[in-house]
């Protein structure tokens, strides 16, 4: 890191300097999604692809199951989100597989809360515990409600596949997305919010 921040030191200007640390970064992590990819792509050829698909592929229950385990040992869910994403591009898993494995993954990062939760003492240790298991029962209801009836189940899929047909073909679509959902929907109803009260 030291290297790296020396190399950027040279560059004049703050600002300058954080454009290209912000570039970097991007580029890095592409490389790196790519790099995932291929490297995924060889390692689940013969036995390893048919142990990882015995675990994710056919068993939905399963699958929740090594979501859920995988994220609480690397304790983040995009993490392990991030793992399903090069294996779904590689066409090596598809999105009703990949579902229920993301759906175990929301489960996996209440371990984080939880084990931060226990491990805190002091007058606001209950309080601390009973946010966590809120967060943990939350994704769990929330899991069993959405995989456990079949007509919700089949919402998130649907958007999902139309949203990605539709981004395929229109790239800037995906961008309208993410900026309307992530940033203008929540301004929208903040906005609502202060209003309404």
Same mark, same amino acid.
């Given at each position: 890191e030291a290297w790296l921040h020396g190399l950027f030191m040279k560059i004049p200007g703050e600002m300058a300097a954080n454009i290209v640390y912000?570039? =970097?970064?991007?580029?890095? %992590? =592409?490389?790196? %999604?790519?790099?995932?990819?291929?490297?995924?792509?060889?390692? =689940? #050829?013969?036995? !390893?692809?048919?142990? =990882?698909? +015995? !675990?994710?592929?056919?068993?939905?229950?399963?699958? %929740?199951?090594?979501?859920? !385990?995988? +994220?609480?040992?690397?304790?983040?869910? *995009? #993490?392990? #989100? *991030?793992?399903i994403v090069p294996l779904a591009g590689a066409g090596l898993m598809k999105l009703k597989q990949a579902f229920p494995f993301t759906l175990g993954a929301n489960i996996g990062t209440c371990v984080t809360a939880l084990l931060a939760a226990l491990a805190f003492t002091g007058d606001g240790a209950q309080f601390g515990l009973q946010i966590a298991l809120v967060h943990l029962l939350f994704n769990t209801c929330g899991v069993i409600l959405i995989y456990g009836l079949p007509p919700l189940r089949r919402i998130p899929l649907v958007c999902a596949s139309s949203l990605a047909k539709l981004a395929s073909t229109c790239r800037p679509m995906a961008i309208v997305y993410i900026v309307g959902v992530f940033f203008l929907l929540p301004i929208v109803c903040l906005c609502l919010y202060s209003w309404l009260k």
């Open positions: 912000v570039v =970097f970064g991007l580029v890095a %992590i =592409f490389a790196a %999604i790519l790099l995932l990819g291929q490297l995924l792509r060889l390692l =689940f #050829t013969g036995r !390893a692809e048919r142990v =990882f698909r +015995t !675990a994710v592929g056919k068993n939905p229950v399963a699958a %929740i199951g090594s979501g859920f !385990a995988i +994220t609480a040992l690397v304790q983040s869910s *995009s #993490t392990t #989100t *991030s793992l």
